[in-house]
DNA sequence: GTGATACTTAGTCACATGACTAACCAAAGC
DNA sequence: GCTTTGGTTAGTCATGTGACTAAGTATCAC
């Protein structure tokens, strides 16, 4: 189990509920205070403020408190680590179909000439 | 809560976990028989089934039984969702600090002309 | 300095998750 | 046909997750 491998897990986590993606989708638009996040969702403000507690532990949100407000920003570098992972996975299968592909081109050439022309 | 945002749940949660995850590493470079899927993680068998039907409830996975044999495939269809939610993000946080970066501008502008230059 | 505001902490609770063993079924292999 | 092989089901259990209320702290506004 890599270090790699765990930033994955919380941030894949972090990003399988609705209300912590809503607060994500905000943040993607600009910073704001812990209440602005927490006002849209169907929850009380401790229930919300868990959530952020998720999205920080993940990385995927930073923040700072200045006098009473805490305010919220996203940060992106997090959610690059999930994009490698899909496109290393992309990766392997059409690499995978485009060798299928050839084979069955093979097995096409080979039809043609009725066997294998080497 | 819409359709949309209960299959994206199930998906990130789904990835949430590094065993699904090597299994969807293994299903990418070609087919593979539950047992094989199973046989290199550190749990018993019915708990690696219990984790590839996950898998497929989110629709990562696909799998086929013939005789006695299941055979499992991966689903990149499920997989596409996730980029897109994740591009969808980037192009709104980019866009922000594209117009903040215009902003930043106007104002060195205006600091070089001593003044708004309308 | 008193009250409202913006969080924060603590404590509780129901339910989901993920692991196990044991037992079972059905197709192959001999 | 009996055994092995590959998968499946059932039932149990510990732990994790996500919600709540209640109460506390630290600013800010007057």
Same mark, same amino acid.
């Given at each position: 189990m890599?270090?790699q491998?765990?930033?994955?897990?919380?941030?894949f986590?972090?990003l399988?509920?609705?209300?912590?993606? /809503?607060?994500?989708?905000?943040l993607?638009?600009g910073?704001?205070?812990?209440?602005?996040? /927490?006002r849209?969702?169907?929850?009380?403000?401790?229930?919300?403020?868990?959530?952020?507690?998720v999205?920080e532990a #993940?990385?995927?949100?930073?923040?700072?408190?200045?006098?009473?407000?805490?305010?919220?920003?996203i940060a992106?570098? #997090?959610?690059?680590?999930?994009?490698?992972?899909?496109? #290393?996975?992309?990766?392997?299968?059409?690499?995978?179909l485009?060798?299928?592909?050839?084979?069955?081109?093979?097995?096409?050439?080979?039809?043609?000439?009725n066997?294998?022309?080497?």
């Amino acid at each position: 189990m890599t270090n790699q491998s765990i930033e994955l897990d919380r941030v894949f986590r972090a990003l399988a509920d609705p209300a912590r993606r /809503a607060m994500v989708e905000r943040l993607s638009r600009g910073p704001a205070p812990v209440s602005e996040l /927490a006002r849209p969702l169907p929850m009380s403000l401790p229930s919300a403020m868990q959530h952020l507690a998720v999205l920080e532990a #993940a990385g995927l949100v930073r923040s700072e408190k200045v006098g009473r407000v805490r305010t919220c920003a996203i940060a992106p570098e #997090a959610l690059s680590q999930v994009e490698q992972w899909i496109n #290393a996975r992309r990766i392997e299968w059409e690499r995978r179909l485009d060798r299928l592909g050839d084979y069955l081109q093979t097995l096409d050439s080979e039809g043609e000439s009725n066997g294998p022309r080497d």
